[in-house]
């Protein structure tokens, strides 16, 4: 089965802090994405790889970085954690960025940002 | 993409076939049809998607009309767990775009005893 694991289900940090959130799949993907979501704005997309050490901006990276030192894995970076970052962050992966084959997500972080 | 309407919610009888419509007009030959869903406070989980034809899998059958301009999800018997939002979207085929996926509102699903 198709298993994505987020590694924290809730989080709370404080403003300023760096924040860091992993995802691991074990479905050998090459592309990887994270995702927030927010009552009212759905799905954005901020940053997603293609592949080990490769990563592109989404629609809204600001305040985000990215690190994928492994094809498994892909973390999340928030360099100095604010409260506008209060979401759930969502991760998924696929063997495809194209319609063919489905992402498939984690359970989702819940960030509280105080 | 192409856009989607989705009845903002919809209710159905425990163990009753729930049949989930989404209206998707303009839609492009090379767009598959997907369906996801989201119980609540969970990360949104794949459920079925298509092409042309109609497609069935252990939790769903995806029927597409001939002129690929609307579908319908089928859960075949409807359990409480299948209470979730449910979201159809569809997605260009091939590697050129981010991947990115874009939810709507989604039809709200309440199974009831």
């Known amino acids: 089965d198709v298993k994505v694991t987020q590694s924290s289900r809730y989080l709370v940090k404080r403003t300023g802090e760096k924040v860091f959130l992993e995802c691991v799949q074990d479905?050998?993907?090459?592309?990887m994405f994270w995702y927030r979501q927010d009552p009212g704005l759905g799905l954005r997309l901020i940053y997603f790889s293609y592949d080990v050490k490769m990563k592109e901006k989404g629609d809204i990276p600001e305040g985000y970085s990215v690190s994928r030192e492994k094809k498994e894995r892909f973390s999340l970076i928030l360099e100095s954690a604010s409260t506008n970052q209060t979401s759930m962050y969502l991760c998924?992966?696929?063997?495809?960025?194209?319609?063919?084959?489905?992402?498939?997500f984690g359970d989702g972080t819940r960030l509280s940002i105080l | 993409d192409a856009k989607t309407t989705q009845p903002t919610s919809m209710d159905c009888a425990e163990g009753r076939a729930a049949n989930l419509p989404c209206n998707h007009s303009?839609?492009?030959?090379?767009?598959?049809v997907y369906w996801y869903r989201q119980i609540h406070s969970q990360g949104p989980q794949y459920i079925i998607h298509?092409?042309?034809n109609n497609e069935t899998n252990e939790m769903a059958s995806l029927i597409i009309t001939e002129d690929r301009k609307s579908s319908t999800l089928i859960l075949p018997h409807a359990t409480l767990r299948d209470t979730a939002v449910y979201y159809c979207?569809?997605?260009?085929?091939?590697?050129?775009?981010?991947?990115?996926?874009?939810f709507g509102q989604g039809t709200t699903l309440q199974v009831k005893p």
């Open positions: 998924a992966s696929s063997t495809s960025t194209g319609g063919e084959q489905p992402q498939h």
């Open positions: 979207i569809v997605r260009p085929s091939g590697s050129s775009n981010t991947g990115k996926l874009i």
């Open positions: 298509g092409l042309k």
């Open positions: 479905m050998d993907h090459e592309n």
């Open positions: 303009t839609i492009s030959g090379n767009e598959y």
